[in-house]
C-alpha cells in the first residue's frame, strides 16, 4: 500500500493503537484523475484537506485556476 522509502513518514500512524486492524494507507496523486478511487471506495464519508502546492509559481493565477481542473463547473 505504500513504499518502504516512505515507512519513516507513516511509522507515527502506524504505531497507533488499532492501526494493524483498522488503519489503510493508500498512495494516491491529487492531480491523477482516478487515483483516489480506491482510497474511497466503500467510504460513507471523506474529508479531504489537502491541495497541490506548486512551489515555483510565478503566476498563481494561472496555477490555481479553477477552470483548470477537472469537473470544475464553469459558467
Given at each position: 500500500?505504500?513504499?518502504?522509502?516512505?515507512?519513516?513518514?507513516?511509522?507515527?500512524?502506524?504505531?497507533?493503537?488499532?492501526?494493524?486492524?483498522?488503519?489503510?494507507?493508500?498512495?494516491?496523486?491529487?492531480?491523477?484523475?482516478?487515483?483516489?478511487?480506491?482510497?474511497?471506495?466503500?467510504?460513507?464519508?471523506?474529508?479531504?484537506?489537502?491541495?497541490?502546492?506548486?512551489?515555483?509559481?510565478?503566476?498563481?493565477?494561472?496555477?490555481?485556476?479553477?477552470d483548470?481542473?477537472?469537473?470544475?463547473?464553469k459558467?
Amino acid at each position: 500500500m505504500f513504499c518502504a522509502a516512505n515507512r519513516e513518514k507513516v511509522d507515527h500512524l502506524l504505531m497507533l493503537d488499532g492501526a494493524k486492524e483498522r488503519l489503510h494507507l493508500f498512495k494516491a496523486d491529487l492531480l491523477e484523475e482516478g487515483s483516489f478511487d480506491p482510497a474511497f471506495e466503500g467510504c460513507d464519508g471523506v474529508f479531504h484537506t489537502a491541495s497541490p502546492v506548486f512551489l515555483n509559481a510565478t503566476d498563481p493565477q494561472v496555477h490555481f485556476s479553477s477552470d483548470d481542473l477537472p469537473n470544475s463547473d464553469k459558467d
